[in-house]
């Protein structure tokens, strides 16, 4: 455990880091999760497309959301020797039925541990993780509240997305012609409170001047909506 501060509004508001270990079947996943001072909210990360919960992507969302008062849960959805047969296949990154399946264990584990209980809870996916979290989402239409896609593939959910009920923010980045068209089509599918939102001139990844910030910005608006209402 270790703890942070970060300035908001003109003040310091405090963060607890816990390294967690969450046991999803016959397997362990690892976590970390940050809890700001009166946590208003919780959002966990599913990543997808080789990435981890070391991405400095979602980390930077991530940091933004807890100066917003929201704990965060980044985790691994493989396990370290599932990575390593993905970094050589690319196949596990795109088995949405096994993402989707550990997401849900992961999300029904959160309110259990102390610190985050009574919290609502809103789920944040990169990429393929977009596509477990919609699938969770559908799942646990009690449990999840909000759901926000960055560059995903939403549309590699299939039928679970007309049973998704949390609102849900779509961005895409306008220079990323081709996932921007599967969004297009899986936002029509989506019979939710539902935004889709384009950042002008990004990538797939975002890395052009100011883009990243751009999407963790309005990841926070979506969020603080709708956990903290």
């Known amino acids: 455990m270790s703890k942070s501060g970060i300035t908001s509004g003109g003040s310091v508001v405090a963060i607890e880091h816990l390294a967690v270990t969450i046991p999803v079947g016959a397997n362990c996943l690892e976590g970390d999760l940050s809890i700001p001072t009166a946590a208003k909210g919780a959002v966990v990360f599913a990543h997808g497309s080789g990435s981890s919960r070391r991405s400095p992507r979602n980390r930077l969302v991530a940091d933004l959301l807890n100066e917003a008062g929201l704990a965060t849960l980044l985790v691994d959805l493989l396990t370290e020797d599932e990575q390593q047969v993905d970094l050589q296949t690319a196949r596990l990154r795109f088995d949405i039925a096994l993402l989707a399946k550990r997401l849900i264990a992961i999300t029904e584990w959160l309110p259990r541990h102390p610190e985050v209980a009574g919290l609502k809870i809103g789920l944040f996916g990169a990429s393929t993780g977009a596509a477990a979290a919609l699938v969770a989402a559908a799942q646990l239409p009690n449990l999840v509240r909000a759901v926000v896609s960055r560059g995903g593939r939403p549309d590699l959910a299939g039928a679970p997305l007309r049973h998704v ?65």
């Open 165 to 229: 009920t949390a609102p849900t923010l779509l961005i895409v980045g306008g220079a990323d012609p081709v996932v921007l068209d599967l969004n297009q089509q899986a936002f029509a599918l989506l019979d939710c409170e539902k935004a889709l939102k384009v950042v002008p001139g990004a990538g797939h990844l975002f890395e052009e001047p100011g883009a990243l910030q751009k999407v963790a910005q309005l990841a926070r608006q979506w969020f603080a909506e709708k956990l903290q209402a």
